[in-house]
């Protein structure tokens, strides 16, 4: 593993994890280090930047519980709680006995010098800026099973199963009343309280931290504009600032990107929701192109010379006598 140090409850690192799925796939999470070469790197200041491998989980360790390295869709689950009861530095004293718990005198002294102060004042937390998810189309560029695109692959329907199982991604009275389904709730888009241009993703541009029109133009994911703004239906409205997103940006707080899965999934392919998507391209040999096109110039020609033989025979001083149809 990797150890922490002071930089690391100052700033922002940036971590790596590779997901290599299915036989033979792996696990590797990467950290920023000082390296030295290509087998040894030191963690110094905690300041470096070169990427560095901390550790792995190969397929192969896990066969003895039958399991493997996920290959259908999954969540990524980020836990930003902080505990006061594990920490297992690398090097401690050879006073402390083994254990780690901030609460215990004994073995609070194998934590890093004020890190206990640190979880009593509850003034800590975990921030987690952005997450940013890449995927290879080029099965040979890694190991491990091919990777599925989108969230709903054929190899697992994800989609399907989750309306068959409905009951099981919901939660039922009396513990809440309106949840009508798995992921029925719509991201909204803005609309989150804020207090500078920050808290909505924006790039300050040093005249204010705050908009106070619509029409501003912000740089980032969004701004912060304070007005008055609509409560509902029957609620009004009220003077307050709420986030307004940059096009290409959603969420409360305009922090995420406003991407869907546009890759067709099991689903929509098996129910056909879109008609013309697997209608096959309509493709003609070139020799009966060239005869359809031969013949109906032939037929162009044919009709224009039998135009211009009746315009002739008009022409040729051929007289027609006027027959008066009207009896009595």
């Not at 790596?16 to 920023?32: A, I, N, S, V, Y």
């Not at 399991?67 to 869709?73: F, L, T």
């Not at 995927?135 to 399907?160: F, M, W």
Request: contains cysteine; aromatic residues 10%.
């Amino acid at each position: 593993m990797h150890q922490l140090t002071r930089s690391h409850f100052q700033k922002m690192h940036t971590f790596r994890l590779e997901w290599q799925p299915g036989p033979g796939g792996r696990l590797d999470w990467f950290t920023k280090d000082y390296k030295v070469n290509s087998t040894f790197s030191m963690t110094g200041d905690g300041m470096g930047q070169d990427w560095v491998h901390a550790f792995s989980i190969k397929d192969e360790s896990l066969s003895l519980t039958g399991a493997q390295i996920p290959i259908e869709p999954s969540y990524l689950i980020m836990n930003t709680g902080i505990s006061s009861t594990w920490g297992f530095p690398y090097d401690v004293p050879s006073s402390c006995t083994t254990c780690y718990d901030c609460n215990n005198a004994t073995c609070a002294c194998n934590f890093h010098p004020g890190f206990c102060n640190m979880m009593k004042s509850n003034d800590v937390a975990m921030y987690i800026d952005h997450i940013r998810v890449y995927q290879s189309k080029n099965h040979s560029a890694h190991v491990g099973h091919p990777h599925s695109l989108g969230c709903d692959p054929i190899e697992y329907p994800t989609r399907e199963y989750i309306k068959g199982h409905e009951y099981t991604y919901m939660r039922s009275p009396p513990f809440v009343y309106d949840d009508k389904g798995p992921l029925a709730t719509k991201i909204k888009n803005g609309g989150g309280s804020c207090k500078a241009h920050s808290d909505c993703g924006g790039v300050s541009t040093g005249k204010s931290v705050i908009s106070s029109s619509i029409d501003e133009e912000i740089g980032g994911h969004g701004k912060c504009v304070e007005g008055h703004f609509s409560q509902g239906f029957f609620g009004g409205a009220s003077h307050s600032s709420r986030c307004i997103c940059n096009r290409g940006y959603t969420g409360p707080m305009c922090l995420s990107l406003d991407k869907k899965d546009d890759f067709p999934g099991a689903f929509e392919l098996r129910t056909n929701t879109e008609i013309f998507r697997n209608l096959p391209s309509p493709e003609m040999p070139s020799l009966l192109v060239t005869t359809i096109l031969g013949l109906t110039l032939t037929m162009v020609i044919v009709a224009c010379r039998k135009v211009n033989s009746d315009y002739e025979q008009i022409g040729s001083g051929t007289s027609y006598k006027k027959v008066n149809t009207n009896q009595r």
